[in-house]
């Protein structure tokens, strides 16, 4: 969430009478489709919950069915409200370090203890992809139904939320919820897009130059250089419609429209291109310094080889500044697109891609967060992963300032069992007997 931020410019402007009864009517009926949003998904589940204690009813051991909850609370609300409708079931919300029940929900994300012989069941609540497609299509009808037809692009700046920022569907209504209060009170054409806005470009040194470049930031830089490039091509009395619905970025670069502007502002000098990009300072500041071309009358000489071959290639680096100004530089870099089969990588709306390990190795380098994953993490890093298990965890307990030694092990142990599911680690090369011999000191 650092890179987004939800603005509402218009706010102090009220909506008549007719707009303000409009959005009461729309937002009551949004209001009912967030209510039901999870019930399929919450039937499903207490079914299933439901089923397995029934098959387990003759158990001799402990029955737990281990439900992985949502990351925000506001999605796990309904789910939480079915489970503990369920009689004679335990519920619990927390860490299990005992087992005081023969019948026990688990809504956490750590497993049961392991210590005991128990029968247990998994169960996720529901799949975040599969149900931001049903997300997707459930809020376009709304949308549609009421006579607003948001821009596509917003399925995409979704999607980068809840994939690479916030996972949170409730959190996805709230921008609906507020885009739809802009669009009534500014009385404009659907723009939704417009309503989410990101951070100022001026925060960012050498935007370009940085490699885990904010998907979010991204999409709305290539955005702006599309529309100087719409300004660029009316200058120069080219047809400029083509780049009204593109999404596809690596097609626009390589047409021969893209190459004719290219053509056309070669013989243009950096003033004519900063005019161009008055508005957008910040991608001023991103155009990359042009190479030098070399003077010197003896590198200028043609080269002399008899290799066919080995001229052409020296040829073609001698005059490979030729017909390049800022702008094309800049473009090239900025539209290069990723191989779509390289691994961990995700398209967003066909306009940029990103990497969410990446991210995942952002969140847990930060030295801002405090969480136990991350400290772990961090401590992992700093010993190149070499570290035993007892060292790792005194050096846990001090860098999370935990004075009671059981509760520092409890800790410890749920963030390393995180950071294993997550591959940073692997059980198997520990130390031999490195948690137990924690356990006994």
Same mark, same amino acid.
């Given at each position: 969430?650092?890179?987004?931020?939800?603005?509402?410019?218009?706010?102090?402007?009220?909506?008549?009478?007719?707009?303000?009864?409009?959005?009461?009517?729309?937002?009551?009926?949004?209001? $009912?489709?967030?209510?039901?949003?999870?019930?399929?998904?919450?039937?499903?589940?207490?079914?299933?919950?439901?089923?397995?204690?029934?098959?387990?009813?003759?158990?001799?051991?402990?029955?737990?069915?281990?439900?992985?909850?949502?990351?925000?609370?506001?999605?796990?609300?309904?789910?939480?409200?079915?489970?503990?409708?369920?009689?004679?079931?335990?519920?619990?919300?927390?860490?299990?370090?005992?087992?005081?029940?023969?019948? #026990?929900?688990?809504?956490?994300?750590?497993?049961?203890?392991?210590?005991?012989?128990? #029968?247990?069941?998994?169960?996720?609540?529901?799949?975040?992809?599969?149900?931001?497609?049903?997300?997707?299509?459930?809020? !376009?009808?709304?949308?549609?139904?009421?006579?607003?037809?948001?821009?596509?692009?917003?399925?995409?700046?979704?999607?980068?939320?809840?994939?690479?920022?916030?996972?949170?569907?409730?959190?996805?209504?709230?921008?609906?919820?507020?885009?739809?209060?802009?669009?009534?009170?500014?009385?404009?054409?659907?723009?939704?897009?417009?309503?989410?806005? =990101?951070?100022?470009?001026?925060?960012?040194?050498?935007?370009?130059?940085?490699?885990?470049?904010?998907?979010?930031?991204?999409?709305?830089?290539?955005?702006?250089?599309?529309?100087?490039?719409?300004?660029? !091509?009316?200058?120069?009395?080219?047809?400029? =419609?083509?780049?009204?619905?593109?999404?596809?970025?690596?097609?626009?670069?390589?047409? $021969?429209?893209?190459?004719?502007?290219?053509?056309?502002?070669?013989?243009?000098?950096?003033?004519?291109?900063?005019?161009?990009?008055?508005?957008?300072?910040?991608?001023?500041?991103?155009?990359?310094?042009?190479?030098?071309?070399?003077?010197?009358?003896?590198?200028?000489?043609?080269?002399?080889?008899?290799?066919?071959?080995?001229?052409?290639?020296?040829? +073609?680096?001698?005059?490979?500044?030729?017909?390049?100004?800022?702008?094309?530089?800049?473009?090239?870099?900025?539209?290069?697109?990723?191989?779509?089969?390289?691994?961990?990588?995700?398209?967003?709306?066909?306009? +940029?891609?990103?990497?969410?390990?990446?991210? !995942?190795?952002?969140? !847990?380098?930060?030295?801002?967060?405090?969480?136990?994953?991350?400290?772990?993490?961090?401590?992992?890093?700093?010993?190149?992963?070499?570290?035993? +298990?007892?060292?790792?965890?005194?050096?846990?307990?001090?860098?999370?300032?935990?004075?009671?030694?059981?509760?520092?092990?409890?800790?410890?142990?749920?963030?390393?069992?995180?950071?294993?599911?997550?591959?940073?680690?692997?059980?198997?090369?520990?130390?031999? +007997?490195?948690?137990?011999?924690?356990?006994?000191?």
């Amino acid at each position: 969430m650092s890179h987004v931020r939800i603005l509402s410019e218009n706010a102090s402007k009220q909506p008549n009478d007719s707009c303000s009864k409009r959005y009461d009517a729309i937002m009551k009926d949004l209001n $009912e489709l967030q209510e039901n949003f999870f019930k399929t998904d919450v039937e499903r589940l207490v079914e299933k919950v439901m089923k397995f204690f029934d098959e387990q009813s003759q158990s001799p051991f402990p029955v737990i069915a281990h439900i992985m909850p949502p990351q925000d609370l506001s999605d796990a609300l309904p789910f939480i409200s079915a489970l503990k409708k369920i009689e004679g079931v335990e519920f619990v919300d927390h860490q299990m370090h005992h087992i005081q029940n023969n019948r #026990v929900i688990l809504f956490h994300c750590t497993p049961p203890p392991s210590d005991i012989p128990r #029968v247990t069941i998994f169960e996720k609540c529901f799949e975040y992809s599969i149900l931001f497609d049903i997300f997707v299509s459930q809020i !376009l009808c709304f949308l549609f139904h009421r006579g607003i037809s948001p821009d596509p692009k917003i399925i995409g700046i979704l999607k980068s939320i809840i994939s690479d920022r916030y996972p949170s569907f409730t959190f996805l209504f709230t921008i609906i919820r507020q885009s739809i209060f802009e669009y009534i009170s500014s009385k404009d054409e659907a723009d939704l897009v417009n309503i989410i806005d =990101f951070n100022d470009f001026s925060e960012v040194k050498n935007i370009l130059k940085e490699e885990d470049l904010p998907i979010s930031l991204l999409i709305k830089l290539r955005e702006d250089a599309l529309q100087v490039s719409s300004q660029l !091509l009316i200058s120069e009395q080219l047809n400029p =419609f083509l780049l009204k619905d593109a999404t596809n970025y690596s097609y626009i670069c390589s047409s $021969e429209l893209f190459e004719s502007l290219k053509t056309a502002l070669a013989s243009k000098g950096d003033d004519y291109i900063q005019t161009a990009f008055k508005n957008y300072g910040s991608i001023i500041k991103s155009l990359p310094e042009l190479p030098k071309k070399d003077t010197n009358p003896i590198s200028m000489q043609p080269p002399k080889t008899k290799s066919s071959r080995m001229k052409q290639l020296m040829n +073609a680096s001698a005059n490979s500044t030729e017909g390049v100004n800022r702008y094309s530089a800049f473009m090239q870099r900025l539209f290069i697109d990723l191989d779509p089969s390289a691994p961990n990588y995700m398209p967003v709306s066909n306009s +940029a891609t990103f990497n969410p390990r990446k991210s !995942l190795n952002e969140a !847990l380098s930060d030295p801002e967060n405090k969480s136990d994953t991350a400290i772990a993490y961090q401590i992992l890093q700093e010993y190149e992963k070499s570290v035993s +298990a007892s060292e790792w965890m005194r050096a846990f307990q001090a860098k999370a300032n935990i004075e009671d030694k059981a509760l520092a092990l409890s800790r410890f142990q749920v963030a390393v069992s995180e950071l294993e599911y997550l591959g940073y680690t692997n059980q198997h090369s520990r130390k031999n +007997a490195g948690f137990r011999h924690i356990i006994r000191v």
